[in-house]
């Protein structure tokens, strides 16, 4: 949560909206926040971390919802980098080394696969929220970006 989204003690308070859980599948994004990190990342170690905030709408449903993506500048991880500057056409598949023009990335819009993830809250409940599983070439892509299809979590 950022500072710009809490409220004055005379603020109006308006009711909101609830969570929502995208289905899985795809869905369009645009990136509505970019913050540069250094963060511990499991197996990664410490490395500098891209935090995108993005809106997403599910291509199936139309449901909207915003779902929040570690993106780590690592080797080991570096196909995900390939496959979001794919994504919001800043280079093509098949492209070489690039380098990303992190300037740009808010605002940017392309394409990713959204999953469930589930997991324990503190109060021991399960619960469920979204993750981007992929993201994806072009606005007529139905499947992967080339063959960058290693799944690591994050």
Do not use: Y
């Amino acid at each position: 949560m950022s500072e710009n989204e809490a409220f004055g003690w005379d603020d109006e308070v308006e009711e909101g909206s609830g969570f929502v859980l995208l289905p899985e599948g795809p869905a369009r994004f645009t990136v509505t926040k970019f913050e540069r990190a250094r963060k511990a990342m499991g197996k990664l170690g410490t490395c500098n971390v891209a935090m995108l905030t993005l809106e997403c709408t599910s291509e199936d449903t139309g449901d909207k919802a915003t779902v929040t993506c570690n993106l780590p500048l690592h080797r080991v991880v570096q196909f995900k980098i390939f496959q979001f500057f794919t994504a919001i056409g800043q280079r093509k598949h098949g492209d070489g080394a690039f380098v990303p023009n992190w300037a740009e990335v808010p605002g940017a819009s392309g394409r990713c696969e959204i999953s469930t993830r589930e997991w324990v809250g503190k109060d021991g409940a399960k619960k469920e929220s979204n993750d981007v599983s992929k993201f994806l070439e072009g606005p007529s892509a139905a499947g992967d970006v080339g063959d960058d299809d290693d799944e690591l979590e994050f």
